[in-house]
């Protein structure tokens, strides 16, 4: 379970990376421009979608029991 969500929040960094080089890769040529726009657009939709789906899935194991949630006692 930690191999996976580890991998995850990997997955999500790579994505933000990729949508921070075709940030900054721009391009000179309006065509370029709008082809690393298109790219970092999808790059960081990549990065919503796959953080929503492991939060989805984190939630999933809680209900499910694979997880135990730890902390402070609520009332203290």
């Known amino acids: 379970m930690k191999f ?3 991998i995850a929040f990997l997955a999500i960094l790579a994505s933000l990376g990729s949508a921070l080089f075709f940030m ?3 391009g ?3 065509g370029d421009a ?3 726009s298109r790219r970092m657009a999808r790059a960081l939709a990549l990065r919503v979608g796959l953080s929503i789906v492991l939060f ?3 939630l999933l194991a809680w209900r499910l029991g694979y ?3 730890t902390g402070l006692p ?3």
């Open 34 to 36: 709008q082809t690393s």
């Open 28 to 30: 000179g040529k309006t």
């Open 56 to 58: 989805l899935c984190i």
């Open 67 to 69: 997880i135990q949630p």
């Open 4 to 6: 996976g969500i580890a």
């Open 24 to 26: 900054m890769k721009g």
């Open 74 to 76: 609520v009332g203290r």
